[in-house]
């Protein structure tokens, strides 16, 4: 996820924003301490702009 941030240039806070959650929920679904359902997978992978798939691809 963080490398598909980073590739997409974006900060934690514009995902969020653009995903409509909170910044510090992003940032611990993001360093793996709390595990998100689908619903908010698909919303962090539009707001960043890749699949799904992409986006939780080991």
Do not use: C, F, W
């Not at 514009?14 to 689908?38: C, F, M, W």
């Amino acid at each position: 996820m963080r490398a598909a941030r980073l590739y997409a240039n974006l900060t934690q806070e514009k995902v969020a924003l653009r995903a409509g959650i909170d910044r510090a929920t992003y940032n611990r679904i993001e360093q793996g301490h709390s595990s998100p359902g689908l619903d908010i997978l698909i919303l962090i992978a539009d707001a960043i702009g890749v699949p799904l798939a992409d986006l939780v691809r080991q």
